[in-house]
């Protein structure tokens, strides 16, 4: 039972454009998302969050749009640029849950020069 | 400050086999996360432990198991290992074990079981 999804595997943009990952989830008891970003051989690192009271919350190129109703969470990166290739994650956690996080598949961002 | 660490980094091991593998937190965060990362699964939830006490599992057999110690430092144990268990294994920390609180990882641990 996927409760988070992320259903584009892939997304390539141009620098300078916008990325937009998106993330879908299932489980009404999810209050807070994240969104991490992981290179090779490296553990993923946290990027931006969104609390369930919330719509919108941005910090610098980074933005995440949360609509309760639809169950959707996207990610805006702009302007996009090289060093932004990577796999990005969506993960969900509940209150009922302590830190358990679930995670969505990953996309892969590529961003081309 | 120092992040998250795991060792060993890698591992090769074989069927049947048992494996501890390793993670220490960033200093003052009490709660510790374990997580599998498969091509086919993504990342998914083992277990979490916060003040040396497992407070969630995952859907995992019980083969796999955990600890954590007095000063947060965690250690997670396979035993009996399959050809399935080969993946990233991934540690991470957080101040409290609240569900908005910031969980920061490690490098993890590659795992090949042969």
């Known amino acids: 039972d996927q409760q988070v999804k992320q259903n584009s595997p892939s997304l390539s943009v141009q620098e300078g454009r916008i990325s937009i990952l998106n993330c879908d989830y299932t489980n009404s008891m999810f209050d807070y998302f994240l969104w991490y970003k992981k290179y090779p051989a490296e553990g993923p690192t946290f990027l931006i969050s969104?609390?369930?009271?919330?719509d919108k919350n941005e910090d610098g190129r980074f933005t995440v749009f949360l609509n309760k109703s639809a169950k959707h969470l996207s990610l805006h990166i702009v302007p996009s640029q090289p060093g932004d290739s990577a796999v990005y994650f969506c993960?969900?956690?509940?209150?009922?849950?302590?830190?358990?996080?679930?995670f969505g598949e990953g996309t892969q961002l590529t961003v081309n020069p | 400050k120092a992040g998250v660490t795991q060792t060993p980094r890698y591992l090769i091991k074989t069927r049947g086999q048992q494996v501890t593998l390793s993670c220490s937190p960033i200093?003052?965060?009490?709660?510790v996360s374990w997580y599998q990362q498969t091509p086919g699964q993504g990342l998914q939830f083992l277990f979490e432990?916060?003040?040396?006490?497992?407070?969630n599992k995952g859907n995992f057999p019980g083969r796999f198991s955990g600890r954590q110690f007095s000063n947060s430092r965690s250690e997670m144990n396979v035993s009996t290992l399959e050809l399935g268990d080969s993946a990233l294994y991934l540690c991470?920390?957080?101040?409290?074990?609240?569900?908005?609180?910031?969980?920061?990882f490690g490098p993890g641990t590659r795992l090949t079981v042969l």
């Open positions: 991470a920390s957080s101040l409290l074990a609240s569900a908005t609180d910031t969980q920061y």
């Open positions: 200093s003052g965060h009490r709660s």
């Open positions: 432990y916060f003040s040396e006490t497992q407070r």
């Open positions: 993960a969900a956690s509940a209150k009922t849950s302590g830190s358990r996080l679930t």
């Open positions: 969104i609390s369930s009271i919330k």
